[in-house]
């Protein structure tokens, strides 16, 4: 038996911003675009992995969620206290530089953790944060 990870979910406030972050500077290609029973569907995706999406999707998507839901996930997005997103990478410092240059909110600069990895921190135009990370040989 295989189970692989297919679809991913990160909460955006704004998908044209989010869209100009994942598409734009992260080089994501957008898989769909939609309406969707009053809200907007956008999927993105490495063009390397085509088997894996990501669902850029606002704080609290349920149509059936109370306005003070909603409202509580907006706050907590804004403030980034949604659970991140860890991207892996080839070039960690060739990642950082690309992002930082476009304007991108550092969190921390590229460093060699005790776990084996180099990585890096950001937030997206959401507030979510984002690690990526090359693995150390």
């Known amino acids: 038996m295989e189970i692989n990870l297919s ?5 955006v406030d704004d998908h044209d911003k989010a869209l100009a ?5 992260l080089g994501f290609e957008v ?16 063009p ?3 088997d894996v999406e990501i669902v850029l999707e606002p704080p609290l998507a ?5 306005p003070a839901d909603k409202a509580t996930m907006a706050e907590l997005l ?10 892996s990478t080839d070039d960690c410092d060739a990642t950082f530089e690309r992002i930082r240059a476009a304007g991108g909110e550092v969190l921390q ?4 953790q005790p776990y084996g990895v180099r990585d890096c921190a950001f937030r997206d135009p959401s507030g979510n944060m984002l690690r990526f990370n090359q693995p150390r040989s």
């Open 62 to 66: 349920d149509p059936n969620a109370s």
């Open 78 to 87: 804004a403030k980034g206290l949604l659970r991140g997103v860890i991207f």
């Open 109 to 112: 600069e590229p460093v060699d």
């Open 21 to 25: 972050f994942y598409r734009d500077i």
């Open 48 to 50: 390397s992995q085509p």
């Open 7 to 11: 679809t991913c979910f990160i909460a």
């Open 31 to 46: 898989r769909n675009d939609v309406g969707f029973e009053g809200m907007r569907w956008v999927t993105v995706g490495s």
